[in-house]
Structures are given as C-alpha cells and as structure tokens.
C-alpha cells in the first residue's frame, strides 16, 4: 500500500517541508512539499536521505554497553542500570564531576527541545558544554548585550530587501543559519530579479559569491574591523539615520567616538580590503532603499567574534535598517511567551575551574572540555553524557579531546551511531530515527524570515521496545535526579505538566491566570505526556488559544490538521516589544562590547602575514555525521585543501597531490586542489571528515574518511567574550608530502 505523509526536515536550519512516500511501510521517495506555503517544494540532497539513514544498517537499534573493550548489544534495562550504577555515586560525591555535551542535532528535535534541560538540571552540574562554543556563541553574547536577551537575534529580510551584505557565511551550499529560509538560491534569485544587488565577503569565492553582484575577498578574522571601518563611513558621510528605531536607541554618539579611529586607511593592511572599496561597500549599503548585513560562521568562530557579531547590527541600525521591512528584522514564533519578563544580560556568574573561563548562557567552552578532564584536582571531570555530538570531530583540538574522553570513568552517548565519539562510551543509548518522532522548530521559527508554525507527526512506528529519545533523556533525567533507573518516566512528565499548570495559573502574564488547574489539564490534548506538554506550550504563546481566551488560536490539534504548515506571513516591526532590558532601550554600545575594542585595534595596527586556514561546508553532508549515506559521499574526493594558483605554484603543489598542512594544533595530509575560487595566502579544508577511527560502526563512511580539519585548530585561546573556539583564519604551514 502506498501512502504519503508530510514532514519537515531536520538536516539544517532550512526547516524544508518534506513529502514522504511509503510503499510497505518503508519510504520510497521524498520530494519537497510543494504545497508548503514556506518551502514550496525546495529541498536539497540531504532531504531526500531521511529513507536512508533510517534504514541505514549501522544504525543503532539497541542499546550497546563496552565489555572487555567490545561493544555489545544490551536490554534497555541493562543499559540503564549500567548508567545508574556509575553515575550515581560519582554525582552523590561531586555533582561537577559529570559534564555533559549538547550537540547540533538537538536544535532539530523537538524531544530534545523538551527533555534536555530537565536533565541538565537535575545533573546540578556546571560542566555543561554545547556546540554553540564551536558556532555561534558571539551572536547570543551580541544580541544579549544589545537588545537584552541572548536569543533577540535580528534577521535579514531576504524577501524584501534591495540591498544584501553577506559575510563569512554560504548559505547557498550550508541553506542558511540564524536566518531559517528554505531554498536560499531561489531567494538570492528574487533578491537580483528584482533589481536588488548581493555582496559577498568572503576569503573563498563561494557557491553564493559565484552569484553576487560582487565578491570581497578579505583576510580572515578582519571582518569586525571591515564593518567598522564601513560604519566610519557612514558616519563621515552624514549618512546615520536611525528611522522608525530611533527612539529606541541609546549609545549612537559612543558608537561614533569607537569607529573614529578604524578609518578604511587604518585597517586596509589588515584587512586586505584597500580603502575606496570599502568607501564604496558603506555608500551603497546606506544609500540602499533597504539594506542588510548578515554574518555569519567565518566572523563567528574567530578571535573577534563577539565584535564581528555586534559590528554586523551597528551597521544595519545606523542605516536605518533595524527593526524595518527589508532590514534587520525580530522573528515572532507561534509559541512565544506573550510576555517576556526584562532582566539584565550577563556572563562570567561562574568560572571554568582548569582555565577560569566564564559561564556563558550557563555554559562553559567546549574548547577546555580536555583541560576539565584531564586536569586532576578537586572538581576534575570523571563522566561525561553527551547527547547528539561528535565533538572528536566538531571541537577544536580533536587529537586532545578523544584522549581525554579515552581516560574517562564512565561516559554514555545518546547517539545513533558508533562514531568517533561514541566508541569511547561505555553506554551507548541509541534513540529512534528522525521519521519516528514528531518534529516542531521550537528554535528556528524565532530565527525564521517569515513567521510559521509547521508540526509533523511521526512518519514511521516506534519499532517494538524500543523508547522514543524523550523517554530515554527523561530516564536519564530521573537518574541523575536520584530516582534510580526504573523511574515511571511517564508520571514523571505528568508531574511535571501539572506543576507547570500551577505555576501558570499563579501568573498575572500567563493567559490561564487566575483560571482552575484541574480545568486546563483536563483541557489539554495529545496522546502522550510529551505531546501534552507540547500542548500547553503552544496554547499559552502568543498564538494559542489560552484554553479559551482566543478561540481561534493554535492548538496541537490544530497544528496537526495542517501538515503543510502554517503561514503568518511576512516579519513585522516589533523592536519596543522584543527588548527586554530593563529599560527598554537597544544599547548599540554596550561597555562589555567596547572594552574589547582596544585588542582589535592592536591586531589592525600589526597584521601577521602567512598562510591562514579556513573551513568549509558541502552541501552534500552534515556536519560529521551524514557520511555513512553512501549517495551522499560517493564521486570526487571532497575533502581537499583548496589553494590559489599562485600560492601552490610557491609552494610546488600538484593538483591532487598529498600535501601536508600543519598548525600549532597538529598535522594533516591531504589531497591538493588548485583554485581561483581562494583569495591568495588562505588555504580551506571542509570539515566534518576524519572518518578513520578503530571501533566505530561506520562502515559507509570509514571507507572515505578524509582528514579531520580539527587535528589543526587549537584550545590555546578562545574568543573572550563569548568562549567560541577559534575554528577559521588558523596560521597553517603547507608542504608537499
Ligand atoms: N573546524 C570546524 N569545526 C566546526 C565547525 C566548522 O565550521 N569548522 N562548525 C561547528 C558547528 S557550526 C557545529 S553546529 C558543530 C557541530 O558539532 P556536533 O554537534 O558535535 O556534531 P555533529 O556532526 O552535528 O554531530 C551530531 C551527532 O548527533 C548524532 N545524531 C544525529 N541525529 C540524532 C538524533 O536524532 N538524536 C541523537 N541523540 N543524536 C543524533 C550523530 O550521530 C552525531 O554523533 O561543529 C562545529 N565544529
Ligand atoms: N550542507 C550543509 N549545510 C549545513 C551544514 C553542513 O555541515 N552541511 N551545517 C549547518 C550548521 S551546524 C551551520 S552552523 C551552518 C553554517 O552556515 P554558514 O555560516 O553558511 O557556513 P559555511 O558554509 O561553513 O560558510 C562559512 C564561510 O565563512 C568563510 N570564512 C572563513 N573565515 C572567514 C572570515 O574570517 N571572514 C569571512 N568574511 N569569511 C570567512 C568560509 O570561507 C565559508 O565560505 O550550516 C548549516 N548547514
Ligand atoms: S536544505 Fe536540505 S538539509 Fe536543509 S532542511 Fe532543506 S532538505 Fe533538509
Ligand atoms: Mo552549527
């Protein structure tokens, strides 16, 4: 029997409508769902692999625990047991001596969404990591210094803007991030159809470059410096206008003494950007009808990340263009509180015990993970959860990393597959694929440049006995609570949902306020405490029905009677209602920001020449961890190190050939490919590979490994507002091998 469902795709921050055709119960094809008022049938290669990796043989269907070295299948209650019976003594003795590691694919799963942080919580620990030290930290610490809460991250309008500044970022191979749009290239295509111009900064000549009206190739880490330096110009010009923002805006004339000295003369050596291009890039970026600046990877894992972050809305704001159509503008996700209460960001309210790091969004840098684990001494790291990571491929220092994770006590992945990381697990609890959960972006609808709401049912059943992942990481939760492994999780959750009641009806903001708790629960709809708890979120966000107060408001029954999606159209000006500091102003010079000014200008005034590595993303894979989809790897060798003509002509590199690059971190060989596409001294290796590891199960992906590029990068320094590692601009030796 054939049968078609709808689902969105959790790949990347794209959020494609996906629809899905099962023949037998297994899927067959997978289109875009050309009736999804968001993606209208785009989809990329990735999408069209969600078959695959379900039924891809490698992935894990049952519980592993090591024995004598081996991993070997085990009951669900074996398993848990084991993580019991390790965990906790160690958090009855010291609650800091379990860390734990988020990764990337949590953003994309709703179970997650839900289920992680009762878990971080109830771990009391403060050794909790993430891989938003290894990506986009910078921007959080920006947007919480400037419009007070770290996740009010302005977007670009891509849909209505004349005038698109892009740096450090290639959305038409990653499909974007911070800034969800499914089918980027069709949107750039509109963006120039309509007379609208593209601008690409960038050290490589990117697949998105390739379509800009122009490319600037710049130094790798200068970008803050480039902005400012265009900020400069605006101001030398006469051209500030704040608009419709202005009144909500303090800090311009600081703003104005900061930029005086990086002059487009005082930072063309270090750029390599020479002046009267970027004279130019500021006229036409002020002059635009509407203008926007998005940046994103290359000028977040950087020295200068948080400036970058920052530099990128001082422009966009001085221009006029924050919190306007075509500009800078606030998402409003369906199940956003209707209220967000102000309070004052901070960082820095504990510290990293190896490195005296701050806590940043309650967490510490990913980057000293090896020191907390290696280092002994009280408060030492013994045990280590991670939950959807790779970080011995995705954090810097990876060679450190995997040895400490080698010199572990205990360590359990929630993790699907044997991977680099997770061979070093003692526990490996492997959850249901994607198609057998539900998905909602909780995430990306307040990172989206039209407001939606789209929630998919599962595609495929639960195969018998085996826990869906938010069961998994509420019995993990339960465990570290010290409820022990055969905890009801189940009445847990219900407990939970009728304290969150209790909690909402006792508040004057909560559109249940003052309302009979029994009523809202016996209210709420689903088939699950999951899907009840998701229930109540939505119906008390701004879209909700508020359990009768707006009728016509979301439910999850109504979101699933839209498979398609929904669609609220276009974003719209929100800026008095989105800052949430205290005093209800935008601080576009926030001191914190400032204070790192000085340091920036030192590195302007004395450039270091020499080779500088950069990463790069493929369209055809995600992150680490799509490799074992043979479709997905198989043709050309992709990893390579891509090199400007004129420097592997220096250097006697042959296209094809094993070069070997070197960093302060480590050394790598790896196949030469000769390209115009770089600007000359910065050389780019894609990352994500390094799938040559003993005691995986990976067997798609370990017969084209490639090189891990995080052999190169280093933990020795950090970005220091934000803890973000420095991931790009690396100083690399290349030679032939
Ligand atoms: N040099 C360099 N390093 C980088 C970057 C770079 O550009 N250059 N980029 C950085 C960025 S932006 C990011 S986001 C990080 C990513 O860093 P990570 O999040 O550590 O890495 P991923 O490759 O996304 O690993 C995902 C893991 O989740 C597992 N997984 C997949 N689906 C699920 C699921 O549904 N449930 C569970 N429990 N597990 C699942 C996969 O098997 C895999 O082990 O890497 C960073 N590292
Ligand atoms: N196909 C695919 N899509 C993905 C992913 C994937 O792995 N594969 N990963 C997803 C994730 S987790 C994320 S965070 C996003 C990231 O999405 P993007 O930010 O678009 O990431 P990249 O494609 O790595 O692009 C980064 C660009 O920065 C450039 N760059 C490096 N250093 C500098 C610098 O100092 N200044 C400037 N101006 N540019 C610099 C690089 O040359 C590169 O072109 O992509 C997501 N989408
Ligand atoms: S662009 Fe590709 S990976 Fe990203 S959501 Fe769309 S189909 Fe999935
Ligand atoms: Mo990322």
Redesign the pocket.
Known sequence: MTTTAYRTCPLCEACCGLEITLEGGRVKVIRGDRADPFSRGYLCPKGTTLGRLHDDPDRLRRPLVRRDGTHVEVSWEAAFAEVARHLTPLLAKDRDSVAIYL???NVH?IH?AFAVRPLVQALGTRNVYS?ST??QMPKHVSAGYMFGHPLTIPVPDLDRTDHLLILGANPVVSNGSLATAPDWPGRLDALQARGGRLVVVDPRRTETADRADRWVPLRPGSDPALLLAMVNVVFADGLVDLGDAAPYVVGVDDVATAVEPFTPEAVARFTGVDPETVRMLAREFATAERAVAYGR?GTH?VPFGTLAAWAVDVLNTVTGNLDRPGGAMFPHAAHDPIRRRPRRFRTGRFRSRVRDLPEVLNELPVATLADEILTPGDGQVRALIT?????A???PDGARLERALSELEFMVS????L?E??RHADVVLP?PS?LQRPHYDLQFQSLSVRNFARWSDPVLPLDPDHPD?FRILSRLAAIAAGMGPDTDVDALAEATLASMVQAAVADADSPVAGRDPGEILGMLEGDSPFERLFDFKVRTGHRGDGFGANPEGLTLGRLKAAPHGIDFGPLTPRLPDVVSDPDGKVRLAPPEILADLPRLRRAAESPTNGLRLV?R?QLRT????THNIEVLVKGKEACTLQIHPDDAARLGLEDAAPARVQASGGTVVVPVEVTDRMMPGVVSLP??WGHDREGTRLSVASRRPGVN??LL?STAEVEPLSGVAI?NGIPVEVSRA
């Open positions: 990764g990337n694919p799963n997650a891989a290894v990506d990877i894992t939950v959807a990571g790779n970080p491929l995705t954090a929630v993790d699907p597959y991977n990381t997770t959850p994607a992942e990463g993303r995600a992150n680490s961890w990352y994500g590029m995080n990068t991931l």
